[in-house]
């Protein structure tokens, strides 16, 4: 299974930023997906995870209401929609993709990750 994140970059506070991620080599539309930070000198952490169908979603409480996760099955894609970005969001931005429909907030349980994309908020 590869997995290929993007769309991190720069943006001011307030701003958006939309990251994508392409999987490719299974079934993609089985699987739950979920997405994970990392920022300087802190430990991974979860941000939002989305199930098979894509009708059951979660999101890490410091994000909820700002971001949104989202799949299309027909393209092999998860995307995450990043609002009203803060100072703290900036980080690496990791997809990851587990053997199971259902979705987890718990690293541990994704067995699939993408390479990252830095997004950087600048105050």
């Known amino acids: 299974v590869q997995l290929q994140a993007s769309g991190g970059g720069l943006v001011q506070a307030g701003g958006s930023l939309r990251l994508s991620c392409a999987a490719s080599?299974?079934?993609?539309?089985?699987?739950?997906m979920g997405w994970f930070r990392q920022a300087p000198g802190k430990e991974r952490e979860f941000v939002a995870a989305?199930?098979?169908?894509?009708?059951?979603?979660d999101y890490a409480d410091s994000v909820k209401g700002r971001f949104t996760i989202s799949r299309d099955n027909g393209k092999t894609m998860v995307y995450l929609q990043m609002n009203s970005l803060k100072s703290e969001d900036t980080a690496v931005y990791y997809c990851?993709?587990?053997?199971?429909?259902?979705?987890?907030?718990?690293?541990?349980?994704?067995?699939?990750w993408g390479q990252g994309t830095q997004v950087t908020v600048s105050s």
């Open positions: 990851a993709s587990r053997g199971a429909t259902y979705i987890s907030t718990e690293m541990g349980a994704y067995e699939y």
């Open positions: 080599g299974r079934t993609f539309s089985r699987y739950a």
């Open positions: 989305i199930s098979w169908s894509g009708g059951s979603t």
